[in-house]
């Protein structure tokens, strides 16, 4: 987090000196109408010998004014760029940043609380710093220029005048303290909204099916009480803050009129001066309202730096691809030995001594029981997750020393979740990248059988599907996640749990594409269903973490254990459904 503020100071150091330095010009100007009017006021006891240097005063007071309005427009329009910039790089190295963090450390984020980083953490800390440039700034010069000027006309005047707003600073600092403890609670409230909204939003159909919508509702009306209550309390102590701000500014008004009125009285300044001093006084009145609220919003900024920090903190995969790899070096020839494994703060074994030999070619088979390992065992392969040394050998070489960009660019990993973007066809299969013409895209819906409902479709290949690619059906979008394996040339290909939305016909059809595509490639084919992995050169069968059995369809068939019955099980099911 801080490489990234210095970063944006280094790129925009300039611009803050600008910021600063206008500033410093603004408020001089501001303190010259004060005097000039309190100039005038005194010329007013004899306008016929003052008259024409009265009409200098006014020409000098209007001038000012201009000065004042495009001094004013240059820093303001300084400040919103350097803000709006830092708001856009923060939140370019925070998405950049989620993108590279292991996953084992980011698999505990969840949607709601990810969206308050990008939303609420950083636009605290951009309106801190906008506060900083455009109201710290001023109240630094306005203290320094404005003191001094009041200082020239009564030094008695000035310190009386000031010192309610001394009181005014140590009340703020008692009160900010309940300021921070309330908002923490704040912050920990709106996550907890953000996440429950985003879950039921992710439920809608479910919620709607059972009729959970009464439900749903009561416990959102409960959790946005408990958040409005806190608002409340946040909002309570900075009204206290308010209300100390109005009541200073008013002693220091009170104190000026009695105190500077006997002060006119004696002789000791003009009515001018004293009219002047007032307008000084005004200056202050900004500063003083703004302080509590640039405190108030240092602890709010403080909160979300220490929140985004610790996601900044979070180790990075190293991706970049060293000296002498490549993705065309890594072929298909996968060992692994004696590999167990549980995930990270997890005391449940999910992998327990498995052992696999894949020679570069062969296709293999995973079938098992849910909750056996199957995906995990593919996430290992993509080193998703830490592996111990010694456990998965790709090419002879441990994978732990294989560079991450050259071992997930030579295998194509379709998923069982099915994910789209909601954007055009042609990105979800290229997954945006640009290097894909048409003509490739097209093909490789030819080969997962799904170009002719995209042929009828309003833009074909450039048509936008809607989120997570909700206006497709299950099949579709299994087929358009199958296009990605044959338009990305990888030299090993995992398919986990592809097929389950496909009919019997395409499958089968589908499937003797897929043997084309992987032929002298190493394919491992995952599924519940015996007729996607049937054709496999071998089978494994997992249970509880285990292999259980290990052969081709027709040894584990004769064998009568775990995958005889699925055969004999799924069997009947199909043969239910033909005489159903």
Known sequence: MKEVIKTVLKKRLIIAVGIFVTVGIYIYLLTLPSKIIGTIIDLLSNIAQNKELITEKIKLLLIITLLCLIVRIIWRYLVAYTTRFFEKTL???????FLKIKLANIQNIKNGELMSYFVRDIAEIRGFLYRILAQATRIFFITIIATYTMKSINIKLTIATLFPIIITTIVTII????????????????????????????AIRTTKAYSGEENQFKKFVKRNKILKQSNIAVDTYSTLLSISVSVCFGLCYAITIIYGSKLVLNNIITIGEFVAFNGYIDLFHGPISWLPRIIYNFK??????????NVFALEEEHLKITAGHSANQIKGNICIKNLTFNYPGNLDCILDNISIEIKEGETLGIIGTIGSGKTTLMNLLLRLYPIPKGKIFINNQDINNIDLTSLRNSISY???DNFLFSTTIKDNI????ENFGDEEIKDS?????ISGEIRNMSEGIYTVIGERGIDLSGGQKQRV???????KKSNIIIFDDTFSALDNKTEKSL???IKELVKGKTCIIISNRISDVKDADNIIVLDAGQIVEQGTHQTLLKNGNLYSKFYNQQSSMENDSILN
């Open 91 to 97: 939140k370019d190295k925070l998405f950049g940043h």
């Open 430 to 433: 290229s997954l945006f990248k």
């Open 175 to 202: 009160l900010k303290k309940h300021i921070e403890k309330n908002f923490i609670k704040s912050q920990k409230y709106f996550t907890n909204l953000s996440e429950y909204v985003q879950e039921s939003t992710d």
């Open 300 to 309: 709010r900024a403080q909160i979300s730096y220490n929140r985004l920090n």
């Open 481 to 487: 996640v199958i296009s990605r394996a044959f338009l």
């Open 445 to 449: 819906t030819e080969k997962s059988m």
């Open 511 to 513: 499937l003797n594409n």
């Open 414 to 416: 379709i998923t069982q």
